[in-house]
């Protein structure tokens, strides 16, 4: 076989593997994992079961992966925006947009995660935040934990709390932003952007007046 049929087959299998990842994140977001079979996958993907298998050793790997490739694929985009010589203020001012960005252009995922999530005692939930969430969640705490010790930001802060509360907004915002509308004033914030910049805002600026600083 040439380089240029090693290239054919290895780019025919990266297309399977991804049509698989989205026949799956389909399925799983529509039925939950229980609910949810590789035989279903399979048809929705256009392959027979045998092919699932080939790229993945149980269905609980191929869930995983799933919302695997969604992390990865924000975390290069992280690893951009934390790694920028701006500001904090600069630099969180992006992360939230882009997060809130990221998790609307991967809703399906977005679900998944937040349904298994519901589940604290399960395996699947454990994997699910040791070994796709924390990674991530990591390195926004790093880069909180570094800016607090140059002296950019509170030296006081608890980075995991001021990174909880930052994407903790952001789900919020995915998972209700209809509902919130109802909320007095929050018409004002349906645009995503000027939502994220708001709360960054806050986290960043906190809620006491500046006349009370020293």
């Known amino acids: 076989m040439d380089t240029a049929e090693k290239g054919d087959v290895g780019r ?18 529509r039925h939950g994992f229980a609910g949810t079979s590789i035989a279903a996958i399979a048809r929705s993907a256009g392959v027979v079961k045998s092919t699932v298998f080939h790229h993945f050793d149980s269905k609980d790997a191929l869930y995983l992966a799933v919302i695997r490739e969604a992390a990865i694929e924000f975390g290069q985009t992280l690893d951009t925006v934390l790694s920028d010589s701006a500001s904090p203020a600069h630099c969180l001012a992006d992360f939230q947009r882009r997060h809130l960005a990221h998790i609307q252009r991967n809703a399906q995922v977005a679900r998944l995660v937040l349904r298994e999530l519901q589940e604290p005692g399960s ?17 926004l705490v790093s880069y909180l934990g570094g800016a607090a010790s140059a002296g950019l930001i509170r030296s006081d802060i608890r980075p995991q709390v001021a990174a909880l509360v930052m994407l903790a907004a952001n789900v919020l915002f995915f998972q209700s932003r209809e ?9 004002l914030d349906q645009n995503p952007d000027q939502y994220a910049a708001a709360v960054v805002d806050v986290v960043f600026r906190g809620l006491r007046n500046e006349a009370d600083y020293p």
């Open 12 to 29: 025919d299998v990266n297309e399977g593997r991804a049509r698989l990842l989205t026949a799956a994140a389909a399925e799983f977001a």
């Open 123 to 139: 395996e699947r939930c454990k994997a699910l935040v040791r070994e796709v969430l924390a990674p991530n969640f990591n390195r």
């Open 179 to 187: 509902a919130l509308a109802y909320l007095p004033g929050m018409e």
